[in-house]
């Protein structure tokens, strides 16, 4: 018999989604039936993504969000609810790294890293939990109750990686947020987790795999190999998926091995 997981009547807000992961994430939730909203600075590159997903078959939509701008979040989510309506999903996927020694750190670079990996996430989950929160407790209008929070962390958040120190640091903090939103909104049916990826092949770091520094790091992988976007597709759909309703808290790891 096959199983199949349906996202049909979902709403689902993808940050981050002009490129990489947060494109393949829109493109894997529209695919699973879910209206998705497809939100980062570049709104050029989220219309044709748009334009992409409608020529498949799919319910998109595209948002400005700049999610180290607070009244941009706000707006962007209120925007989002009125013109698609109550978000049931959130995959907070915004991040940034830099490659420096921690020595050569300066304000300006952990604020970098810090105020979109951290404080942008964590604004962004709160701004969409708040409505979850309403429309659980009964003070808000919506056909869904509870809601699914994914939040992407890093195998690095786990295992400390060398000149990248503070997105190490960054990611780590991203897995107690989520903790902690997991104990505090999990009684109101609200889930939320961290997906924890590997090393993943996109058009951002495509390049670096051919250089030798590249391949020195593919040969300490323990299959020697880099992951796809799309092998963190049944993940996802799971996680946004009412069948995830006993996975709360969890931190994932999609790695290939390399955390172990």
Not at 224 to 232: E, F, I, N
Request: glycine content about 10%.
């Amino acid at each position: 018999m096959a199983y199949s997981i349906d996202l049909s009547g979902r709403v689902a807000l993808i940050t981050g989604a002009s490129s990489g992961l947060g494109a393949q994430f829109a493109k894997t939730l529209a695919a699973a039936g879910a209206a998705v909203i497809l939100a980062s600075r570049r709104i050029d590159k989220l219309k044709d993504l748009r334009s992409f997903i409608e020529g498949e078959g799919g319910d998109a939509h595209a948002i400005e969000l700049d999610v180290t701008d607070h009244a941009s979040i706000k707006s962007a989510v209120a925007h989002a609810e009125t013109e698609v309506g109550s978000i049931d999903i959130l995959v907070n996927n915004s991040g940034v790294s830099n490659t420096q020694r921690l020595e050569d750190v300066n304000p300006e670079d952990f604020d970098f890293i810090f105020d979109t990996n951290v404080k942008g996430a964590f604004f962004v989950a709160q701004e969409v939990g708040k409505r979850m929160l309403a429309r659980a407790r009964g003070s808000a209008p919506g056909s869904y109750t509870g809601g699914r929070i994914v939040n992407v962390a890093s195998v690095a958040g786990l295992k400390v990686l060398p000149k990248i120190g503070t997105y190490c640091m960054s990611k780590a903090a991203v897995i107690q947020m989520t903790k902690a939103m997991a104990l505090e909104w999990g009684r109101h049916g609200i889930n939320v987790n961290a997906l924890c990826p590997g090393y993943i092949d996109t058009e951002i770091n495509h390049h670096h795999w051919k250089t030798d520094a590249g391949q020195k790091l593919i040969k300490l992988f323990p299959r020697q190999r880099v992951g796809h976007p799309r092998d963190l597709d049944a993940m996802l759909v799971t996680l946004c998926s009412d069948q995830s309703h006993f996975i709360n808290g969890a931190v994932i790891s999609a790695d290939d091995g390399f955390g172990v």
